[in-house]
């Protein structure tokens, strides 16, 4: 590996210390892994890399899979201007790896001026100077060690100032050790500073809210909240977390609210080695839980030594409403919305209602109802004529008062996806998302949705798999990637990665579910039986898991069993029980009766249930296809040619 850190070649510069790609002096922006990966290329320049090299150098403790090295060289060819089968700079050498044959200047390598800091910052922000070693007179060592106390002292007073009136009792900065290198973090819900007085819901919230804050910033992977929710326990190791968690730097905080009053305590810690790179504490009025957000953020930025920009600076001071009761009602309806019950989101509908009745113009609440809404219709709890126009109302709603809201693009985009068939403008809703935020795992989970639906199958393994390399221990990212492999008719793939699953949780309904449906298109019906009856038995004998089953025994020429799956559907909705017409059109399929499989997909188009956005793509439909009923039912649907094919 060479041993400089400073590349020029043709118009751009890497400068592999500060982490920074030029081209003519302007800043060329790559995600942390991509950059990693390019350094590592330069480094061994003019020699072939297998992929394996390359993905044990960038991603060591990482399982990841040969299609994503493919999309970050692409990332970096498109960066670089070297087209999308490379040429001028990366060559790549089939079925063995990658190799850099770009020619470098022979000027010695120096080291670039740091970056500038915008000059004019919204008021009363806190401006980050994160300064990075020049060439001066003063030795490297002392500089940093001089520097990063300075700079957070500064940022301290400021902030502080800037605030008014907020009022916080700082810790000793500690000595931090060198945060270089650091591209990824995992915010830890929080814990109760006395266990008695515990307030679940605040401690989750306070972890969402800087997260969205954090995650703001293109410099640095930040874990979702879907990732770090489970480590709730008091007794939490947050080294431990991180590890699990495969992050660099792990945040960790307490926090306690008692009467009018807010105390918190945080510390970022380094993962590799446990040590402490910054800490603090705050005590103040409850209404200065959003300063204590501000100043959070903006030192976390300080300690990791990112530069930001002005915009950047703007995003982890913004608020979304200045309503402490309106934000309490917030953080209890995501609460209860992450428990991804019917009775949860139930309660999370009240509490984001709330939220808005004490603030019209928190986006964030609209957001959270849009999502409530839809989950409830689409997880069969209530009809979707009834769920998904309240839905809609309220995405739309979040967007009109902010419309840079990844969350409230994703959900309008997955309401448009399953319920209202406006396929294109979904998809600008999805793209949008991910433009706004490209490290938000759900957005790429939806998006894999959509694309699967259009029977873009290639496209929509790619964005689960980049879901899944975001969040690698989510349940949701890792059955998406089943899921596209399903669609895609890749059932051995689809097979292997449910099994990889349910190792992570052996009751997951989605994972039995693919791994069910895999095991019918193989024609393995024992097998797929057993997993479809363990996927009824965890959602307690749900609708859909009956009808599933119902499928399965049809498939396998078990018509009784097929049938009396019918009666028990009659069964529970005679006892108030909403049951999708959609459960019987699975029986009837399994059975092979087409006419009474169409009389039950009318009945579907009428209500618009979510499931057949997937007729073009599911291979469930195969037996249906040469039908032109069927044919007409996907004109109807507005479904593309793409989706066709």
Same mark, same amino acid.
């Given at each position: 590996?060479?041993?400089?850190?400073?590349?020029?070649?043709?118009?751009?510069?890497?400068?592999?210390?500060?982490?920074?790609?030029?081209?003519?002096?302007?800043?060329?922006?790559?995600?942390?892994?991509?950059?990693?990966?390019?350094?590592?290329?330069?480094?061994?320049?003019?020699?072939?890399?297998?992929?394996?090299?390359?993905?044990?150098?960038?991603?060591?403790?990482?399982?990841?899979?040969?299609?994503?090295?493919?999309?970050?060289?692409?990332?970096?060819?498109?960066?670089?201007?070297?087209?999308?089968?490379?040429?001028?700079?990366?060559?790549?050498?089939?079925?063995?790896?990658?190799?850099?044959?770009?020619?470098?200047?022979?000027? =010695?390598?120096?080291?670039?001026?740091?970056?500038?800091?915008?000059?004019?910052?919204?008021?009363?922000?806190?401006?980050?100077?994160?300064?990075?070693?020049?060439?001066?007179?003063?030795?490297?060592?002392?500089?940093?060690?001089?520097?990063? =106390?300075?700079?957070?002292?500064?940022?301290?007073?400021? !902030?502080?100032? @800037?605030?008014?009136?907020?009022?916080?009792?700082?810790?000793?900065?500690?000595?931090?050790?060198?945060?270089?290198?650091?591209?990824? /973090?995992?915010?830890?819900?929080?814990?109760?500073?006395?266990?008695?007085?515990?307030?679940?819901?605040?401690?989750?919230?306070?972890?969402?809210?800087?997260?969205?804050?954090?995650?703001?910033?293109?410099?640095?992977?930040?874990?979702?909240?879907?990732?770090?929710?489970?480590?709730?326990?008091?007794?939490?190791?947050?080294?431990?977390?991180?590890?699990?968690?495969?992050?660099?730097?792990?945040?960790?905080?307490?926090?306690?609210?008692?009467?009018?009053?807010?105390?918190?305590?945080?510390?970022?810690?380094?993962?590799?080695?446990?040590?402490?790179?910054?800490?603090?504490?705050?005590?103040?009025?409850?209404?200065?839980?959003?300063?204590?957000?501000?100043?959070?953020?903006?030192?976390?930025?300080?300690?990791?030594?990112?530069?930001?920009?002005?915009?950047?600076?703007?995003?982890?001071?913004?608020?979304?409403?200045?309503?402490?009761?309106?934000?309490?009602?917030?953080?209890?309806?995501?609460?209860?919305?992450?428990?991804?019950?019917?009775?949860?989101?139930?309660?999370?509908?009240?509490?984001?209602?709330?939220?808005?009745?004490?603030?019209?113009?928190?986006?964030?609440?609209?957001?959270?109802?849009?999502?409530?809404?839809?989950?409830?219709?689409?997880?069969?709890?209530?009809?979707?004529?009834?769920?998904?126009?309240?839905?809609?109302?309220?995405?739309?709603?979040?967007?009109?008062?902010?419309?840079? /809201?990844?969350?409230?693009?994703?959900?309008?985009?997955?309401?448009?996806?399953?319920?209202?068939?406006?396929?294109?403008?979904?998809?600008?809703?999805?793209?949008?998302?991910?433009?706004?935020?490209?490290?938000?795992?759900? @957005?790429?989970?939806?998006?894999?949705?959509?694309?699967?639906?259009?029977?873009?199958?290639?496209?929509?393994?790619?964005?689960?798999?980049?879901?899944?390399?975001?969040?690698?221990?989510?349940?949701?990212?890792?059955?998406?990637?089943?899921?596209?492999?399903?669609?895609?008719?890749?059932?051995?793939?689809?097979?292997?990665?449910?099994?990889?699953?349910?190792?992570?949780? =052996?009751?997951?309904?989605?994972?039995?579910?693919?791994?069910?449906?895999?095991?019918?298109?193989?024609?393995?019906?024992?097998?797929?039986?057993?997993?479809?009856?363990?996927?009824?038995?965890?959602?307690?004998?749900?609708?859909?898991?009956? !009808?599933?089953?119902?499928?399965?025994?049809?498939?396998?020429?078990?018509?009784?069993?097929?049938?009396?799956?019918?009666?028990?559907?009659?069964?529970?909705?005679?006892?108030?029980?909403?049951?999708?017409?959609?459960?019987?059109?699975?029986?009837?399929?399994?059975?092979?009766?087409?006419?009474?499989?169409?009389?039950?997909?009318?009945?579907?188009?009428?209500?618009?249930?979510?499931?057949?956005?997937?007729?073009?793509?599911?291979?469930?439909?195969?037996?249906?296809?040469?039908?032109?009923?069927?044919?007409?039912? /996907?004109?109807?649907?507005?479904?593309?040619?793409?989706?066709?094919?």
């Amino acid at each position: 590996m060479g041993q400089f850190s400073v590349f020029r070649f043709g118009d751009l510069v890497l400068d592999g210390s500060q982490r920074r790609l030029l081209r003519s002096g302007e800043d060329v922006y790559l995600p942390p892994k991509t950059f990693e990966l390019l350094l590592h290329l330069l480094q061994n320049r003019g020699r072939v890399l297998t992929k394996d090299e390359l993905l044990e150098a960038v991603w060591p403790d990482v399982n990841v899979v040969e299609n994503t090295l493919a999309q970050r060289i692409r990332e970096i060819r498109e960066a670089l201007g070297d087209g999308a089968h490379g040429g001028r700079f990366i060559k790549t050498v089939p079925k063995v790896g990658y190799q850099f044959i770009g020619e470098l200047d022979d000027e =010695p390598p120096g080291v670039m001026a740091p970056p500038a800091i915008a000059s004019r910052e919204p008021a009363g922000t806190v401006p980050i100077t994160a300064r990075r070693d020049v060439e001066t007179n003063v030795p490297a060592n002392r500089r940093l060690k001089l520097q990063l =106390p300075v700079a957070i002292a500064c940022v301290m007073l400021v !902030g502080l100032v @800037g605030a008014g009136y907020f009022v916080a009792t700082a810790r000793p900065a500690q000595p931090p050790g060198s945060p270089a290198g650091v591209t990824s /973090i995992a915010v830890l819900p929080f814990k109760p500073l006395v266990p008695e007085g515990r307030d679940a819901a605040l401690e989750l919230g306070m972890a969402d809210s800087l997260i969205m804050k954090l995650g703001s910033l293109r410099q640095i992977t930040v874990r979702p909240l879907s990732a770090v929710r489970r480590y709730t326990d008091v007794e939490q190791d947050a080294v431990k977390a991180g590890r699990e968690l495969r992050v660099e730097s792990v945040l960790e905080g307490h926090i306690q609210r008692l009467q009018d009053r807010i105390r918190v305590s945080v510390s970022l810690r380094r993962v590799r080695d446990g040590q402490q790179l910054w800490a603090d504490r705050f005590d103040e009025q409850w209404t200065g839980i959003f300063t204590a957000q501000d100043v959070v953020s903006q030192r976390v930025a300080v300690a990791l030594a990112l530069a930001l920009t002005g915009e950047e600076q703007r995003r982890l001071t913004k608020r979304y409403t200045e309503n402490p009761e309106a934000y309490d009602a917030y953080v209890r309806g995501r609460y209860f919305w992450n428990t991804g019950t019917a009775e949860g989101l139930r309660k999370a509908i009240e509490d984001f209602q709330r939220a808005i009745t004490l603030d019209p113009g928190y986006a964030l609440a609209f957001a959270g109802l849009a999502d409530s809404y839809n989950l409830l219709g689409s997880y069969g709890e209530m009809p979707m004529r009834g769920s998904h126009p309240k839905a809609r109302t309220a995405a739309l709603r979040a967007l009109e008062l902010d419309d840079q /809201i990844a969350e409230a693009h994703t959900s309008l985009g997955a309401i448009i996806t399953g319920y209202y068939w406006e396929w294109p403008e979904a998809e600008k809703h999805l793209r949008r998302a991910l433009a706004l935020n490209p490290d938000y795992a759900t @957005g790429h989970e939806w998006y894999s949705e959509y694309l699967s639906r259009m029977a873009r199958h290639e496209e929509a393994i790619r964005a689960a798999q980049r879901a899944q390399e975001i969040d690698p221990v989510s349940l949701r990212a890792n059955s998406h990637v089943a899921l596209a492999f399903y669609r895609a008719g890749q059932y051995d793939d689809a097979i292997a990665q449910s099994q990889n699953t349910l190792e992570l949780n =052996p009751d997951l309904f989605t994972a039995h579910v693919i791994f069910g449906l895999s095991l019918v298109q193989k024609r393995m019906y024992g097998e797929a039986i057993a997993e479809l009856q363990k996927a009824r038995v965890v959602t307690g004998n749900s609708p859909d898991s009956v !009808g599933l089953l119902g499928y399965g025994y049809g498939m396998a020429g078990m018509k009784g069993e097929a049938r009396h799956a019918l009666k028990e559907l009659d069964q529970l909705s005679r006892h108030n029980r909403y049951v999708s017409p959609f459960c019987k059109v699975m029986v009837y399929i399994g059975l092979g009766e087409k006419d009474r499989a169409f009389e039950w997909l009318e009945r579907a188009y009428e209500e618009r249930i979510w499931h057949l956005g997937v007729l073009a793509a599911d291979p469930m439909f195969d037996p249906l296809r040469s039908d032109p009923r069927f044919t007409d039912l /996907i004109r109807r649907m507005n479904l593309t040619p793409a989706a066709q094919s």
